[in-house]
């Protein structure tokens, strides 16, 4: 009898017999700029090659704003309502090519946490964050998991700039 409650303990309970849950961990940023011109999205430009990000608001890309894309891989582990992603957009007060050298303070552009959704085939789950005035600064994205997830962090820049 106990043999029996081992064995159906170790079925519903992995965990319980030492095997280790399994791992969330974000994969990979993707971004999109959203060229108000056409209402269309770029192709991703984080992806190798990158374009060239200076003047990007007036540009060929004429672009105000980001798609920023977090891929996240759950593989077979249950979705659960707790289990969320933080992006975190920072955009340096930089800005290397302006006439005025004053530094301005670095700006919190986006603090955001969604919920993580079910997963394709692959167990692969994206979730997307919008980002308002980019373009001529640089931003630095850190994502991090929340609500028991044991994937860490992962931090990416977009190297916007504008030459004024």
Same mark, same amino acid.
């Given at each position: 009898?106990?043999?029996?409650?081992?064995?159906?303990?170790?079925?519903?309970?992995?965990?319980?017999?030492?095997?280790?849950?399994?791992?969330?961990?974000?994969?990979?940023?993707?971004?999109?700029?959203?060229?108000?011109?056409?209402?269309?999205?770029?192709?991703?430009?984080?992806?190798?090659?990158?374009?060239?990000?200076?003047?990007?608001?007036?540009?060929?890309?004429?672009?105000?704003?980001?798609?920023?894309?977090?891929?996240?891989?759950?593989?077979?582990?249950?979705?659960?309502?707790? $289990? /969320?992603?933080? @992006?975190?957009?920072?955009? !340096? *007060?930089? &800005?290397?090519?302006?006439?005025?050298?004053?530094?301005?303070?670095?700006?919190?552009?986006?603090?955001?946490?969604?919920?993580?959704?079910?997963?394709?085939?692959?167990?692969?789950?994206?979730?997307?964050?919008?980002?308002?005035?980019?373009?001529?600064?640089?931003?630095? $994205? /850190?994502?991090? @998991?929340?609500?028991?997830? !044991? *994937?860490? &962090?992962?931090?990416?820049?977009?190297?916007?700039?504008?030459?004024?």
């Amino acid at each position: 009898m106990r043999l029996l409650v081992l064995v159906l303990v170790g079925l519903w309970c992995p965990s319980a017999l030492g095997q280790e849950p399994p791992k969330v961990t974000i994969e990979s940023f993707q971004a999109f700029l959203f060229n108000v011109k056409s209402g269309a999205l770029s192709s991703d430009i984080l992806k190798d090659p990158r374009p060239a990000l200076g003047n990007v608001p007036v540009g060929i890309y004429a672009s105000n704003a980001t798609l920023i894309v977090v891929k996240v891989h759950i593989g077979d582990a249950p979705t659960s309502r707790s $289990l /969320r992603v933080r @992006l975190v957009a920072i955009e !340096s *007060g930089r &800005s290397p090519y302006a006439a005025t050298k004053t530094a301005e303070r670095d700006r919190v552009i986006l603090d955001r946490s969604a919920k993580i959704g079910p997963a394709n085939e692959l167990g692969v789950t994206h979730i997307g964050f919008w980002l308002h005035d980019t373009g001529c600064r640089e931003i630095r $994205l /850190r994502a991090t @998991l929340s609500g028991g997830a !044991s *994937g860490g &962090s992962k931090t990416e820049v977009i190297p916007f700039t504008c030459y004024e």
